[in-house]
């Protein structure tokens, strides 16, 4: 395996195809480019969506999804990798399997299951294989207060302090760190919380009022891995505050773009662009 020239951060999104561009592999290559890392991409499935939501899946089957994952990695040294929608029970048994005989830096993963729109993109096996064959793999783990129910098979949290018992109890399931995503909860502050076998951190940042809002997840979950293949490092307690400002950014200057006539996208290249 080569690395390329030294110095330059690597990062590997594993992830659906988004044809409008604000989530899945387009936001995340973004996102990867944005925070300075050279990004790498794995396709697990095509969508048909737009802003205003998905009318279509296609999965990629599962062994030409770990064609590229071995493809890939025999060549090209992975610093961190991000793992999005992976669709099926097969491919996340592959992806799975791939990864655990490569290594390919610290594993985020964003247990993609409902898109923003509402529009379910996974099925129960394969929720299962996330829970049982999956998360023991991973660094970190981003669900959302929804994915955070399936996951659990328990019923959602309705308040920000079920927030951090819910967490803990994520990491039993195998993961090495949980970020607990509260943005469904409303309020004047998005809250998350991170646990990690040392504890538990709470994160705040002032909601932002806006209909862009499409690929939060997949940004955060991006960033994050993007984030830790520059500094080389899975000290998520130092890296999730630099990730959510960035999405912060992101976020506040998304209408700005006007894309698309539903949820559109955040801005990855906010602070960027016209400089």
Same mark, same amino acid.
């Given at each position: 395996m080569s690395g390329g020239r030294a110095g330059v951060p690597t990062a590997l999104t594993v992830a659906g195809s988004d044809p409008s561009g604000g989530a899945g592999i387009q936001a995340d290559l973004k996102t990867f480019s944005a925070l300075g890392a050279y990004g790498t991409a794995v396709l697990t499935a095509l969508t048909a969506q737009n802003t205003r939501g998905v009318t279509g899946v296609h999965s990629v089957p599962a062994d030409f999804v770990a064609q590229q994952l071995h493809t890939l /990695?025999?060549?090209? !040294?992975?610093?961190?990798?991000?793992?999005g929608m992976l669709g099926t029970r097969e491919v996340v048994r592959a992806v799975t399997g791939v990864l655990a005989e490569h290594p390919a830096g610290p594993v985020v993963c964003d247990p993609v299951m409902?898109? *923003?729109?509402?529009?379910?993109l996974i099925d129960d096996a394969a929720v299962d294989a996330v829970r049982t064959d999956l998360l023991p793999l991973v660094d970190l783990v981003t669900p959302n207060v929804? !994915?955070? #129910?399936?996951?659990?098979?328990?019923?959602? #949290? *309705?308040?920000?302090? !079920? /927030?951090?018992?819910?967490?803990t109890a994520l990491l039993a399931l195998g993961p090495k760190a949980v970020l607990l995503k509260g943005g469904h909860l409303g309020g004047e502050e998005s809250v998350d919380v991170l646990a990690t076998t040392a504890g538990v951190t709470v994160t705040r940042r002032p909601r932002v009022a806006t *209909? #862009?809002? =499409?690929?939060?997840?997949? *940004?955060?979950?991006? #960033? /994050?891995?993007?984030?830790?293949?520059? =500094?080389?490092?899975?000290?998520?307690?130092?890296?999730?505050?630099?990730?959510?400002?960035?999405?912060?950014?992101a976020l506040v200057a998304g209408a700005g773009l006007g894309i698309g006539s539903g949820h559109g996208p955040v801005h990855h290249f906010a602070g960027i662009w016209g400089q």
């Open positions: /990695l025999d060549d090209v !040294e992975v610093h961190a990798t991000k793992l409902v898109a *923003t729109s509402g529009d379910r929804p !994915e955070a #129910a399936v996951l659990l098979d328990r019923p959602a #949290a *309705t308040d920000v302090d !079920e /927030l951090p018992g819910q967490a *209909t #862009a809002t =499409h690929g939060t997840g997949c *940004t955060l979950s991006s #960033a /994050l891995a993007a984030l830790a293949a520059h =500094h080389r490092t899975d000290d998520w307690v130092r890296l999730v505050d630099p990730a959510r400002d960035y999405l912060q950014r």
